[in-house]
C-alpha cells in the first residue's frame, strides 16, 4: 500500500508517520511507499525501511497536486490546513489554503481515469454553529460562524460529491479539539483547551481567556491517529452518500478539565492557571457546539476515550513518559 500525508510536518501527520514507520503497516495493512508533504520538509519517520519520501510543497500552489498523486497513492490523508484563529484573522490565506487546495487535490485525483484513491479529509466541529440542540446528531445540518468553519464545511460536500461520482473514495473525519496537543501552542482560538493543561503540567504559568463554564468535545492526540487508521482500511460502504462524521470524544467544561488536572497533578497545578479574558477568542468559542451524537462513528467503529482524566493520563504516558504525575 502507498500512503501520502499532507500536512505531515504537523502534530498528528507527525504521529502517524511515525506509527506508520515504526509497525510497517496502517490498522493492519502493509504499507510499502510513504510519502510526507508539508510546507516545510517534514523531518519525521526517518527509520521507515520501505520506500519513502518527503518534501516542501503548498498544496494551493498550481501543479503541487498533480505531483502529490502521480504515483497514485491508494490512500491520501489531507491534514494540511490554516487553522481557526488564522483563518478568521487572514480571510483570503484561509480561503486559498483550506478551499482552495483541497479542490486542487480532488481534481488532481479525478484527472486519473479508473483511480479511486482513499481520501481521508480533516474537517473539524466548527463546520456547526450556534444555535444547534444540546447534543448535535451526525446528520445536523451545517452551519459555519467562522470562515475556518465554511471553509471545511465547503471541503465536506467537496468530499461527498467526488465520493458519489465515484472518483475517490473519501472519509470524512469532524476531529474533536484535540487535547493535550504537545510543543508550543497554534494558532488556533481553541489553544487554549491545551494550554491550561499542558503549561501547569510543565510548572509553567497559562492564560485561560473564557469562563469555566465553557463546555467543549474533546479527545487525545492517540485518538486522532486513531481515527485515521481506521478511516484508512474501514468499509466505506455503509456510509453511502454521507461521508462525513463526528468523532466520538468527551464532552466537558473547562471546569471539567480543571478538576481532571487536580486529580492528576495536585492543587499546585491549577494555582499556575490565570483568567485573563480575551473577548475575541470568547466570541469564537461562544460559536462552538458543545455536545454530540456519534451513534453513526461507534457503529463505523470508531473509538475515543471515555473521560477528561483518561486524556491527561495519555498525555503523561506519551509525552512526559510517566504514567503519574509526582506531587499528585
Not at 33 to 39: E, F, G, N, P, Q
Not at 48 to 74: C, H, M, N, W
Not at 95 to 121: F, Q
Amino acid at each position: 500500500m502507498k500512503v501520502t500525508i499532507i500536512g505531515a510536518a504537523g502534530m498528528i501527520g507527525r504521529k502517524l508517520a511515525e506509527r506508520i514507520a515504526a509497525s510497517g503497516q496502517i490498522n493492519g495493512q502493509s504499507v510499502d511507499a510513504l510519502t510526507l508533504v508539508d510546507v516545510v520538509t517534514p523531518e519525521v519517520a526517518i527509520d521507515f525501511t520501505g520506500k519513502r519520501e518527503a518534501y516542501a510543497a503548498d498544496l494551493a500552489q498550481a501543479g503541487i497536486a498533480s505531483r502529490v498523486v502521480a504515483d497514485k497513492p491508494d490512500v491520501i490523508v489531507h491534514l494540511a490546513a490554516i487553522v481557526s484563529g488564522e483563518a478568521e484573522a487572514d480571510m483570503a490565506k484561509g480561503y486559498r489554503v483550506n478551499l482552495d487546495g483541497t479542490r486542487a487535490l480532488l481534481e488532481a485525483i479525478a484527472a486519473h481515469e479508473g483511480y479511486c484513491p482513499r481520501v481521508i479529509y480533516a474537517s473539524s466541529l466548527a463546520v456547526f454553529g450556534a444555535p444547534f440542540p444540546d447534543k448535535i446528531p451526525d446528520d445536523y445540518h451545517l452551519t459555519p460562524l467562522t470562515s475556518y468553519g465554511a471553509q471545511k464545511a465547503m471541503g465536506e460536500m467537496l468530499l461527498n460529491d467526488y465520493s458519489r461520482r465515484g472518483l475517490l473514495d473519501g472519509v470524512g473525519i469532524r476531529f474533536p479539539t484535540i487535547c493535550i496537543r504537545p510543543g508550543k501552542p497554534n494558532k488556533a482560538a481553541s489553544g487554549f483547551f491545551s494550554g491550561i493543561l499542558r503549561e501547569p503540567l510543565n510548572g509553567q504559568e497559562a492564560i485561560l481567556p473564557v469562563d469555566r463554564d465553557v463546555r467543549h468535545w474533546f479527545a487525545s492526540p492517540r485518538s486522532a491517529v486513531g481515527y485515521i487508521e481506521h478511516a484508512a482500511t474501514m468499509d466505506t460502504a455503509p456510509l453511502g452518500a454521507q461521508r462525513c462524521m463526528t468523532m466520538p470524544g468527551v464532552s466537558a467544561t473547562v471546569g471539567d478539565q480543571i478538576e481532571a488536572l487536580r486529580a492528576v497533578a495536585g492543587d499546585g497545578a491549577v494555582a499556575l492557571i490565570r483568567h485573563e479574558a480575551d473577548a475575541t477568542i470568547a466570541n469564537i468559542v461562544a460559536g462552538w457546539p458543545r455536545d454530540f451524537d456519534t451513534a453513526r462513528a461507534l457503529e463505523m467503529g470508531f473509538r475515543a476515550e471515555n473521560s477528561f482524566q483518561e486524556i491527561i493520563e495519555i498525555y503523561l504516558e506519551d509525552e512526559m513518559g510517566q504514567k503519574t504525575l509526582n506531587g499528585a
